[in-house]
Each structure stands twice: as C-alpha cells, then as structure tokens.
C-alpha cells in the first residue's frame, strides 16, 4: 500500500481516533501522541492489513492496546471530559509550528547578543524573572538592568524584523 492508498482507507477515521485518543489519555497533547503512534503502527503494519481488516473496530482496538502499553510503562490520569475533545485544526497546527520556528530563531538572535545582555534578557524575557532577582544575582542595578533589557529588545525587534522581512519575500 502506497502513501496515497493509506491516506485513503486510514485518514477517514482521524477525528474518531481522536476522540478515542482524548478519551483514553484525558488531555490533548498525549492524545495527538497516541494518535501518531496509532497510525505510525497501521503504515508499519500496511502491507500485512487486508481492506476487511481495517474497520472501526480494529482501528480502535489497535489504539486501546498501544495505549495500554504506554499506561504500562508511565501512569497517565484517564479522566477526560470527551465532549470537550476536538482534533487540532491545520491552521493551528500551522501557527503552533511558526510560533516554534519564531521562538528559535528569537534564541538564537539573544545568544548573538553580548554575553552579559543575553543573560539579563534571558532571565528576564525567558525565565519571567524580577528586576530585583536579577539584580541580587548580576549586582548591577535595577535601573541598569532596566536599561540593557529595553536596549536589548529594540535590537532584537529590528533584527526579527529584518529576518521575517528576507522571510516572507
């Protein structure tokens, strides 16, 4: 079976698997996780399934039991509302994958910054600390920090906006 045929006969049942995936593991990210090991196993297994084989009934089963095996080796919380389980939409997909990107390429550009300003900006920025944490920790002043962290995030605006302007050209 090609990428094409399995997208065929498989991709149908994604918001049922879903929804069982939600149920069984009672949050969202650990459902996309199990939904992915679900079809990760039927495109290993695609060759040996025969059209009759793939119902509802195998595809769910086939989740249950891989979910049973990850419940084995780590203990996930099952009480799951599943009115509220809704498969993620490509949009958000697409934009969790920007947000991602976006958030890379913003700690690439603090490491380009001085050593001294990228750790302020890092505890700041990063790690939601104080002014007054990072002062007892660097022993500059708050107005100083203040300063860097402004100073800081001017240039990295100017610098995220040019590589999203060579981006989307």
């Known amino acids: 079976m090609n990428a094409h045929e399995f997208k065929q006969r498989l991709m149908p049942f994604y918001k049922l698997l879903y929804r069982v995936a939600y149920r ?3 949050n969202a990210q650990d459902a996309e996780d199990l939904l992915q090991d679900t079809y990760l ?6 060759d040996e399934l025969a059209d009759e084989t793939v119902t509802q009934a195998y595809l769910v089963t086939l989740m249950r039991n891989l979910f049973l095996d990850q419940r084995r080796r780590k203990r996930i919380d099952t009480s799951a509302d599943i009115d509220k389980a ?3 939409d490509e949009q958000s ?3 969790q994958i920007d947000t991602r990107d976006e958030a890379e390429t913003m700690e ?5 910054l001085p050593e001294r300003d990228g750790n302020i900006v890092q505890m700041h920025l990063v790690e939601g600390r104080t002014y007054d944490e990072i002062e007892q920790d660097t022993g500059l002043s708050q107005g100083n920090i203040r300063i860097i962290v402004m100073r800081a995030r001017q240039k990295l605006k100017q610098q995220f906006q040019k590589l999203t302007t060579i981006w989307t050209n």
């Open 41 to 46: 196993k039927l495109w290993q297994k695609r």
């Open 86 to 88: 809704e498969p993620p």
């Open 108 to 112: 690439q550009l603090i490491r380009q």
């Open 93 to 95: 997909l697409d934009r």
């Open 24 to 26: 069984l593991t009672g």
